[in-house]
């Protein structure tokens, strides 16, 4: 069992940024990748980035290149997301997520073995 607990949302104007917290618990050492997804009112949810839980490998939508940026600190069992440039667009739920299988990065959510609570981002225009 993995338990992942997200924080860092809130409200923020275009343009500005915030930084999500994924905070892992429990079989961490059973994580092959972390992964962090958004799903906006009445869309479906979508993947945002991805990253190895014990290498460099990283992996983003492309809507989202070049403005956010995914890490992860290994000691603390944390994962984050720092959300630059943020637009009214980028307005959603966060979700994040471990992969238990070792297997290239993925973008497709069925593959994620567990979820967190989520956490609101709202973007103000």
């Given amino acids: 069992q993995v338990q ?3 924080s860092g949302g809130g409200l923020v104007q275009a343009g500005g940024s915030l930084r999500l917290s994924c905070a892992a618990s429990g079989r961490t ?3 092959y990748a ?7 009112p009445g869309k479906e949810r979508e993947f945002v980035a ?8 990283t992996y983003y939508a492309d809507f989202v290149k070049g403005r956010f940026t995914i890490s992860r600190d290994n000691a603390k069992n944390m994962v984050y997301l720092q959300m630059n440039s943020l637009k009214p667009e980028d307005t959603a ?3 994040c997520a471990a992969d238990l299988s070792p297997s290239r990065l993925t973008t497709n959510d069925v593959a994620y073995d567990y979820w967190g609570q989520g956490t609101q981002v709202t ?3």
Avoid: D, H, K, P
């Fill in 29 to 31: 050492f059973s994580i």
């Fill in 123 to 125: 973007v103000s225009s």
């Fill in 50 to 57: 991805a990253i190895r839980w014990s290498a460099t490998n």
């Fill in 4 to 6: 992942l607990v997200e």
């Fill in 93 to 95: 739920v966060y979700y």
């Fill in 34 to 40: 972390m992964g962090w997804f958004r799903q906006a």
